[in-house]
């Protein structure tokens, strides 16, 4: 693909011509009572908005959500959020990139890469009930863990979030073990590696992501849970064995407060470690996303996951 | 049992006589380098502290937790607790009562009679889901959940007392199905049933009661939220039925709120109903427990359980 | 009136044809500079809006509120919230249903049943002070207590909601006082029958509700407190005597918490229990009225007054 | 009277020798079965407690609460608190200092000063409705205004107290309306002197102060407030009037938040200044008292009415 | 200026002529394509905004911010706030009011009268200590102080308004002391004056006022407490010396609680007095504009800065 | 020294014989009207209370605080906290272990070892702005910082805890540097080094540490940014220069909530994983102590500064 500037790289008033995806679709009346199309256009950068008037039946079938499109508008904003105003679309030529695979943000590693990082940490939980667990359960929704993203939004909500979310905390895990000797390897790496996967049950998929009912009822956090209870089942693994309940607890007390979800609280010390090292990815995750796409010597937008703050992006020279 | 004054029935300054039960003694050496006994007594109306000074090595040996004793002494208050100078002690005779069974609180209905009950609310429960996974859990569980407390301190702490809470709430459920009958009731009976089964893990026992390991880690939500999905396992259940959610829903969310240990708040119309029916019936039992130890025209001892409140119980006549 | 389907039971993208109530009209100028009108429709199944456009004055003057129509349309949604594209209208015909109040939500009970009702519960208010003050304050407020809803919006909010909210809390309060028998049934009869009357001046009506400017100021809790010392003051009770103390302190008390407008937490378990109960009414009618919005499978829209919470409506064969 | 030091003016460890009056007296039995007084000594520098051993039963009838003595000792500290070790004890002789009242703290100013004082401000209150009815509650509650407390401790906790801060909130307020001239001033000022009118009430009175069950169960606003209904139907003035309905609402506000037992927030500028009026008051005065007994270059004790903070007291060349 | 009405006088529906000031201008374009004008119009008794459609280039460059127009147009009601239907435009003639200073709210007292009130305040501070840091800090940032607002929007958000709010504060101050002699004068000035100077680097500016960096990453407490550490390092002032460390105090602790931003709570008696006079300027300043703009009988809106409060005005014959 | 057992390795019950530190020394009068010691015992295991009774006046002048002596007596426990029955005490003879520093617990690495890592980091700061306020400011207060504890109590209360707490920050922090490309790495650098230096000034010193007056009444957060704000007036800095407002935020910042007395959140990546990293240190080093005093298998004593939570210990073959 030449070197196209992409969506979020205009500036206001700029005029932009580039190859978009359409994210989403909607048919909507105006007040003069024509169809017109309101439109989502993504690409690695980002997403945003446009209206396209006097929309005919034709082009109501023409474009729908998912072709690759060449746009070309004038960038705006409107009620503080970037906007397009459209001046001409069209679907993609046969010569121009349309694979929308290329145009959606997805983990900076590849799925097989992320699977044999992860497997090496299994050998490291040497303790076997654990190291069991762990490997039937990630075998079971193998093909889940490493396409869905880690939320449907605010970090990590891209496809393969999920799995690369879970490396960069055993990153992290990795560092404080070597630097705190008295922690239990083993048990945070396991806690580590199942923490999230009821999100594979909680949320519908990788594209359009919403909550399932099971997540709405349960709840990532007791589906996992019920996830390792299953296991032990099929293990004929004791349910009241000490083990067992350490593990139950590591996931259980992930979120750190009953206000969070949590049913209880960190009561081990790797069950706060991993409360710590989940927050810490995330957020540098979060205002690295949002730092990108703030102008040097600005305020970026709100962040609804960090209680309302907008960070700072220092100017270049520092 | 001729019918003597019982422990909590003597106003302070007053003279006792009467049989009481050791709940727990405890081995003190005094100032002056000798030891004695911290005993507590405890019959139906409550329990008292009190000091045997000077205690002979054969006294230790006698007067142990679980025996039966005739007690003389002077009520007194220390610190606002109530407490008995003892004058004089000695173990029950042949001829006097001496059954500890006769001394400890227990549920107002015999075990049988509390079974006999919920076995013909499981008839009500006509969703075979609900109704087998009920089943299987009361059974495996029968002999604790008839004979454990609903709790370590606070409301139906007595023998007996997680069953009897339990059937409380099936008839104050019984009540609001007549009024509201768009209630689905087999749902709610199912959910009050189970929603406390968990505590015959998360606690030690009728008697002593403490917490255990799992119930520290796991707590009871979590604990039969794990049982639930062991017995789905067990009856070939798919866990992503809606019945079987629906069910851990309802366990999940009893608690109302996040804060006080729901990972998730209810969602449901019968989870908001069995949340609220389990307070009602628990604040009933605790002030009714604390008005009785009241006198009329005073307000009793702050309830840790009601944000510290103290109740007041008014003059005879009204 | 033959059996048409409602305005809320037609599905996004359906033709309508049914007679409807106009319940607002709102004249506005469309950004052309012609008139057009903002309705709002209603029957008993709920309400919905629909833009009149290019209105002439005498558009103007024939759709008024309070009027009904015959309304053809489509259905639509606008940003979430259910809309009717209006094809055409007219006033009802002289052989059609033209009564409003055949279009207006009411309590399930008549107000003679519900004033019968409420009779039947004064006689078991055996204590002549309670009995005395609840019999003159219900006469004094007698026509609005049977009319006027129990809120401006939320739970109960039609017409007699504020009566029948009041003998729903009856109704649970004779079993609660059936199962439970220490409690002072006369002191919650009469605590439950006058806690919301305040509502008749904290309210401007049955119609259009609105909060008063007592409504704003005082609360309706210490304007129901101020009527029972009025009627103190006209009986000759003593405001000091034990009955009026218990009296108005159930009243003050049944928000249950400082942070809901009670000036005091409950400190009778009179006063406990009628705030539950209040709480345990409100509750099953507002979800009641939320279920049936939804679409079995679907979650609801968020209730403000369960702190914004959705709630699911199972899959019809549960 | 002699110039002698006061109860707190000693250092810990210094020898005293002084006159102080005996606030509480409570017999005990030692460890070793004799009987000692635990004993609270008070002048108008505060109190401190001490132990008398070996009391005989005659010390136990001389040493009664109320008593004047002369006492000497040794000023000591025990788990943090001040306390007295008793040398010698004996009841003042005939030419000592014997009026109890010389050793009670009570209001900086006499009650007929005070009353003078309110009665002018009464004449500023040209609101016929807010100036009949200041009056007639005033008169009903003269004596008990004049002579109780303002709270059973933290400020104002002595005799006149009431009254006092009642005039400490009028002499802000006078100073206020002059700067803030859109002040009504006769509803400010008519509802500072009813404010806290309802403690007359909610208090036992000026001595050994204890909540009353109306205190427990209403609290004093609801007490004032229902007292100005009382007034209102003697009075012969509507209810319903604005001038009532402002009135009302400067007494049920006055907390500021719900929190605090007020039922409804401010809603009117003079409900808001009297609120913060009544708070700059109360914590000066708290304050004061905690800096008057703190040694300079030192933080004084924990105020539980100002969240438990500590107070410095600037070394003197400040 | 002949007395006409102005901005905020005329009633919904009325016909609007007057000069105003264009506080703002943006420009748009409407959804038929042509561009158009969203005005803000300002004078001495608000602000309003207003549309002008089919604006040419020539408007454009015409109507710039800061420009006096003759507005006449029709006084229209916006999903609850404000608006004027622009009926005609033009700029102010050679003979008409068009300086914009006239249309812009400034403080009540000119700079000149403010800085001599201060300057005999400063008299009063006895201390050198903090009479030199205040004299250096106020000459340093002398031009700003006396023009800059108090806050970008809220209470004293006009020309002036810092220096305003800082006279008002000491005028209560002054009260204060004379009615509390304990109270250390020389410092409660001391610490008014300073309280607010870090706004002068917080914000922006007298106009169009926004945060600055410093004033998103410090805030006006630590920019203070900054530029005092300067000034003592200037003046050679010890830093741990204790009249710069209370001076400190005074300014960390003036927003009372954490959650406001103090970075300690107030533990000085002056510094908890500073801070509640703080609150009652802004409180009171807050509440006369809103009931300023409030019909007599009516509710004005909800204020932001008073917890989402609307308060009342009562009827004209209060 | 031999090996011996430490004071927290004894059983309750165990005889304990062994060399231990003086911790505290009060004297103190039984009731039986003879002196005693309250001593408290110290090693590197912890600390132990005891009563050493009827001392004579050479026992007093003899066990003085700071003094070494050999112990024997019996492990017991005393309302939940260890005790020793003294049985014997003499001060350590000449061929004994008398050093008292050998019993006192300090940082893991020596003051040199960590001034080089220290150093190390500081090259690493390549802005010249932060590296110069770096080494100004650790210039200063060398000794301190290299000597005194991170807390009062809570985490890293030893001697050298200041330094080493900072050190392992900047360990963590180098990991998350190389793991997390985008980070600010000198700034993240020199906010570690600097953020906690104020408690040179806000604590007393390594031993006996309390809270100073400046400690009290601004902060250890102001107190380190009065000093940068010193520093920079020093070197020339601007204060409104970037770098400086950025290195100010990062300490201003780093108790993450302005509840814990931050008076501004963080608003740059940097800062936000400073305030975690801060954390996540703080929590480890708390959760190890705790746990090491804990026995396998149980719970171990609440801690206050992580909520009042206790944590498990697993048993040992996990």
Redo the contacts between chains.
């Keep these: 693909m030449a070197e196209e500037k992409q969506l979020m790289t205009f500036a206001v008033g700029e005029q932009m011509n580039l190859m978009a995806l359409l994210k989403s679709v909607t048919v909507r009346?105006?007040?003069?009572g024509k169809q017109y199309l309101d439109l989502t256009f993504e690409d690695r950068s980002g997403e945003i908005t446009g209206k396209f008037?006097d929309a005919s039946d034709d082009d109501v079938k023409r474009y729908q959500a998912g072709r690759v499109v060449r746009l070309t508008g004038k960038r705006e904003t409107y009620q503080g959020s970037p906007q397009v105003?459209i001046l001409s679309l069209r679907l993609a030529n046969a010569d121009e990139q349309s694979d929308p695979a290329e145009f959606v943000v997805h983990a900076p590693l590849k799925a097989a890469d992320m699977e044999e990082e992860i497997n090496q940490v299994i050998f490291e939980i040497t303790?076997q009930v654990w190291n069991r667990i762990v490997r039937l359960l990630l075998s079971k929704h193998r093909e889940a863990f490493f396409t869905y993203p880690a939320a449907k939004r605010n970090h990590h909500a891209f496809e393969g979030g999920l799995a690369y979310h879970t490396i960069?905390i055993l990153?992290?895990a990795h560092?404080?073990v070597a630097?705190?000797p008295?922690?239990?390897a083993p048990?945070l790496y396991a806690g580590a590696i199942l923490h999230d996967l009821g999100k594979v049950?909680e949320l519908s998929g990788p594209v359009s992501t919403t909550y399932t009912?099971?997540g709405?009822?349960?709840?990532h956090?007791?589906i996992v849970?019920?996830e390792i209870?299953?296991a032990c089942?099929?293990l004929k693994f004791d349910?009241?064995s000490?083990?067992v309940?350490?593990l139950?607890?590591m996931i259980?007390a992930h979120h750190g407060l009953?206000?969070?979800?949590?049913?209880?609280?960190?009561?081990?010390?790797e069950a706060?470690?991993l409360h710590?090292?989940d927050?810490?990815d995330a957020?540098?995750m979060m205002?690295?996303d949002a730092?990108e796409k703030t102008a040097p010597?600005e305020?970026g937008e709100r962040l609804f996951a960090?209680?309302g703050?907008?960070?700072?992006r220092?100017?270049e020279n520092?």
Tied chains: 1, 2, 3, 4, 5, 6.
């Design positions: 009346v105006a007040k003069n008037w105003k303790d960069s990153r992290l560092n404080v630097q705190y008295n922690i239990n048990l049950i009912v099971e709405n009822l349960l709840g956090i007791s849970d019920g209870v299953s089942n099929e349910l009241n000490e083990p309940v350490l139950r607890h259980l009953l206000e969070y979800g949590s049913p209880v609280r960190p009561r081990l010390l706060e470690v710590q090292l927050e810490l957020s540098i205002l690295t730092t010597g305020f960090m209680d703050r907008s960070f700072y220092p100017k520092e």
